[in-house]
Antibody, heavy 119, light 107 residues
Framework: EVQLVESGGGLVKPGGSLRLSCAAS????????MNWVRQAPGKGLEWVSS????????YYADSVKGRFTISRDNAKNSLYLQMNSLRAEDTAVYYC????????????WGQGTLVTVSS | DIQMTQSPSTLSASVGDRVTITCRAS??????LAWYQQKPGKAPKLLIY???SLESGVPSRFSGSGSGTEFTLTISSLQPDDFATYYC?????????FGQGTKVEIK
């Protein structure tokens, strides 16, 4: 069974940093591109970042470019999101999601981890 | 960037109704469109990919159509489990974009 479990969320002050993790199991992690998607409280979904299976290709939404860094460790079956210079508008539930090879939709999602940026 | 616009934002319907949600792209995305269902407090669930392909395990009352800039998600006979928020997502370029969502409520 495919499982994605996020961790690392919490309360952080504006300007602070946080590192999210996503532990993957039930599939060959190193064969899939992965993503982070966020959802502010009561709002819609926003794609944040994507990373290819070998980390060769990385993409970011303009709203996080230069502040967030996506990475992965295929030996540990883990995906990461380093978030720096956090702002109030980064407050959201952050989901990791798996990309379907070839067609690029997201077929499996984690349960999400809440990041709250507030003083 | 490609913008995705869904309509309506909210839809009130009864069990058994036929429901249609529209998603428009700001430029052509061929058939690179997916639909997701999300219930409160839960992660989104993939329903439709490549505009009209039904994800494995999804009931056949869900269907998708369209190409280019205009797409629709249809629920042929609304069931109690279908009351949720639905999002379209484009993936034609390597900056995925979601629509703002359509909440399907009980009438």
């Amino acid at each position: 069974e495919v499982q994605l479990v996020e961790s690392g969320g919490g309360l952080v002050k504006p300007g602070g940093s946080l590192r999210l993790s996503c532990a993957a199991s039930g599939f060959t992690f190193s064969s899939y591109s992965m993503n982070w998607v966020r959802q502010a409280p009561g709002k819609g979904l926003e794609w944040v970042s994507s990373i290819s299976s070998s980390s060769s290709y990385i993409y970011y939404a303009d709203s996080v470019k230069g502040r967030f860094t996506i990475s992965r460790d295929n030996a540990k079956n883990s995906l990461y999101l380093q978030m720096n210079s956090l702002r109030a508008e980064d407050t959201a539930v952050y989901y990791c999601a798996r990309t379907v090879a070839g067609t690029l939709e997201f077929d499996y999602w984690g349960q999400g981890t809440l990041v709250t940026v507030s003083s | 960037d490609i913008q995705m616009t869904q309509s309506p934002s909210t839809l009130s319907a009864s069990v058994g109704d036929r429901v249609t949600i529209t998603c428009r792209a700001s430029q052509s995305i061929s058939s690179w469109l997916a639909w997701y269902q999300q219930k409160p407090g839960k992660a989104p669930k993939l329903l439709i990919y490549k505009a009209s392909s039904l994800e494995s395990g999804v009931p056949s009352r869900f269907s998708g159509s369209g190409s280019g800039t205009e797409f629709t998600l249809t629920i042929s006979s609304l069931q109690p489990d279908d009351f949720a928020t639905y999002y379209c997502q484009q993936y034609n370029s390597y900056t995925w974009t979601f629509g703002q969502g359509t909440k399907v409520e009980i009438k």
